[in-house]
T-cell receptor, first 115, second 112 residues
Framework: EPEVTQTPSHQVTQMGQEVILRCVPISNHLYFYWYRQILGQKVEFLVSFYNNEISEKSEIFDDQFSVERPDGSNFTLKIRSTKLEDSAMYFC?????????????FGNGTRLTVT | DQQVKQNSPSLSVQEGRISILNCDYTNSMFDYFLWYKKYPAEGPTFLISISSIKDKNEDGRFTVFLNKSAKHLSLHIVPSQPGDSAVYFCAASETGANNLFFGTGTRLTVIP
């Protein structure tokens, strides 16, 4: 069965550094998402992306965050200047259609540790 | 903002018995609800969904019940199997939105 793949599985970075988290969504999916889960807390929505633009974003997704689909297969999340509180598990997801019409398929996540 | 709440952080059930996981929501605009299952070191996996026009949806051993007036939904697993041991997340969305609001999860342990 096709999968959403995320790299790296674990990223350690120093506060203030830029990080790029990478995702390869399922090939025929059109909607892409980033979520995160801080340890012990709920899974939180960051951003959704469709037709090469952001369709929705949460208040967490401030100017430090950006997303890009640089080619036909990758979907990236960039954090410009990481803070300690950015430490979390970041999940990429994709779906064929919007949330109401098709379930999200999640990757296994990237654990980001900011020191 | 706790728009979706799962008040039981954990649940233990004997193999073969019924597991009932509960979820409450506060946003009356939510009209689509999902359950996801998550194993350690993996992403959430879609399990079952229900739209607000229904009050029950069944898929094999899994049934989701929706009580709109109480803003409550539940997931029933019967019979429970050891492989069902995982964290279960309730999630909700509304028509026109393209995001999901997740609960904090309930860790289900099925005891052989």
């Amino acid at each position: 069965e096709p999968e959403v793949t995320q790299t790296p599985s674990h990223q350690v970075t120093q506060m203030g550094q830029e990080v790029i988290l990478r995702c390869v969504p399922i090939s025929n999916h059109l909607y892409f998402y980033w979520y995160r889960q801080i340890l012990g807390q709920k899974v939180e929505f960051l951003v959704s992306f469709y037709n090469n633009e952001i369709s929705e974003k949460s208040e967490i997704f401030d100017d430090q965050f950006s997303v890009e689909r640089p080619d036909g297969s990758n979907f990236t999340l960039k954090i410009r200047s990481t803070k300690l509180e950015d430490s979390a598990m970041y999940f990429c997801a994709s779906s064929i259609q919007g949330i109401i019409d098709s379930p999200l398929h999640f990757g296994n996540g990237t654990r980001l540790t900011v020191t | 903002d706790q728009q979706v709440k799962q008040n039981s952080p954990s649940l233990s059930v004997q193999e073969g018995r019924i597991s009932i996981l509960n979820c409450d929501y506060t946003n009356s605009m939510f009209d689509y609800f999902l359950w996801y299952k998550k194993y350690p070191a993996e992403g959430p996996t879609f399990l079952i969904s229900i739209s607000s026009i229904k009050d029950k949806n069944e898929d094999g051993r899994f049934t989701v019940f929706l009580n709109k007036s109480a803003k409550h939904l539940s997931l029933h697993i019967v019979p429970s199997q050891p492989g069902d041991s995982a964290v279960y997340f309730c999630a909700a969305s509304e028509t026109g939105a393209n995001n999901l609001f997740f609960g904090t999860g309930t860790r289900l342990t099925v005891i052989p």
